[in-house]
């Protein structure tokens, strides 16, 4: 585990230093960039898939901002900085650490910049399948409750995981630490599911194949579609889960965490940390936070199909890896250039 990890540090450094990079003090020498759309992915192949595709080129600056991760150290940017891209890296804290740094940067200004969320996930065969793009309303971290291992768990119980401060896993959630749920702005998702809709969305014959068992279930005839565009709500948990019962566990916490409102789809393990700095920056009116988009395309399912074991669900993978990252861009691409070309007439006034 350490030598991959020095291994993985050593390319980044080799990378920083093989592409041109713009130092700057933050005292004045050069004017802040001022992105129109700043792209936020978690990890390496979410990342490069932006780099050298046609529409536009965010490597013509390369900006090493104090903060970010050693892995990923630099925010990269269009000539005119009108677009950027960055990575965080993986799991909440590298989120969170990664956007705090950005947002209270001296490097950037970010009052009227679109966050556009753009990384894989694993997807619920109720609502989607390999190759699914989703948007968000809501993000929920599910991972956030009191947990009995299943072997200790009341009898009664359907799930080891409880709500906070509460008594049952059905009781709404007693303690808040104030991250469980965030709800991005409706009229703006609406808008980025019509540009991604205009997209042609990757599919392949692998993926074609493995997401046929889900064929036989009709609750999960989502699941064995082709790919599509489709507004259904995320879970954030550092552990990277699977299971139907933990599915079910975590279909209940989206559900009561929300009232009802959300909608569970997605599974992820960043989105609250990057959702809670992007707040905080709101909250001393360095970001808009009306301005986010949340969008997670589906790499795996969260659930084995009929027949096969959690196990195999998980170890085996799906392969649903490569069109999920092609999706990001196939979808992405529609919603950064339509913010970008509609600038003035829709977007600059929020």
């Known amino acids: 585990m350490a030598l991959a990890f020095h291994l993985l540090l050593l390319c980044s450094f080799m990378q920083t ?12 020498e ?5 992105p129109k759309v700043f792209i936020i992915d978690m990890f390496e192949d979410e990342g490069d898939v932006w780099h050298g595709i046609p529409e536009f080129h965010v490597l013509e600056q390369n900006i090493t901002v104090p903060g970010f991760s050693p892995l990923f150290p630099q925010a990269h940017c269009t000539k005119d900085g009108s677009i950027c891209e960055l990575v965080t890296g993986e799991a909440e804290i590298n989120a969170a650490s990664t956007m705090t740094a950005l947002v209270y940067s001296p490097l950037f ?3 009227h ?26 993000a929920v971290q599910v991972g956030l409750q009191f947990e009995f291992d299943a072997r200790e768990k009341p009898p009664e119980f359907p799930t080891g995981f409880v709500p ?7 009781e709404f959630p007693q303690e808040l630490y104030g991250t469980e749920v965030f709800e991005v702005n409706e009229d703006l998702r609406q808008l980025a599911i019509r540009m991604a809709n205009t997209a042609t969305l990757f599919d392949d014959e692998p993926s074609q194949l493995y997401r046929a068992n889900y064929a036989t279930d009709p609750a999960f005839w989502p699941g064995a579609a082709p790919p599509s565009v489709v507004a259904c709500d995320t879970a954030t948990s550092d552990t ?18 929300t009232n009802g409102s959300a909608t569970y ?9 990057t959702l809670e700095a992007l707040m905080r920056g709101a909250l001393s009116k360095r970001v808009d936070f009306a301005r986010v988009v949340v969008m997670r395309t589906a790499s795996d399912f969260d659930r ?3 027949g096969q074991t959690a196990a195999a669900n998980l170890f085996l993978m799906s392969p649903g890896f490569d069109i999920s990252i092609k999706n990001i861009v196939a979808a992405g691409v529609p919603v950064v250039t339509g913010i970008v070309r509609e600038w003035e007439k829709t977007f600059e006034r929020g």
């Open 304 to 306: 084995p199909f009929d």
């Open 240 to 257: 990277f889960w699977t299971g139907s019962l933990l599915a079910a566990a975590f279909e209940n916490t989206t559900t009561l965490f």
């Open 164 to 170: 906070q401060g509460s008594f049952s896993p059905t």
């Open 109 to 111: 200004d970010l009052t």
């Open 30 to 34: 050069s004017p802040k960039i001022a």
């Open 17 to 28: 230093f093989l592409t041109p990079t713009v130092y700057a003090t933050g005292r004045g």
């Open 265 to 273: 789809c997605t599974t992820q393990q960043e989105d609250n940390g």
């Open 113 to 138: 910049t679109y966050f556009l969320i753009a990384g894989i996930a694993g997807v619920s065969p109720k609502l989607g399948t390999l190759g699914t793009v989703t948007f968000a309303r809501f």
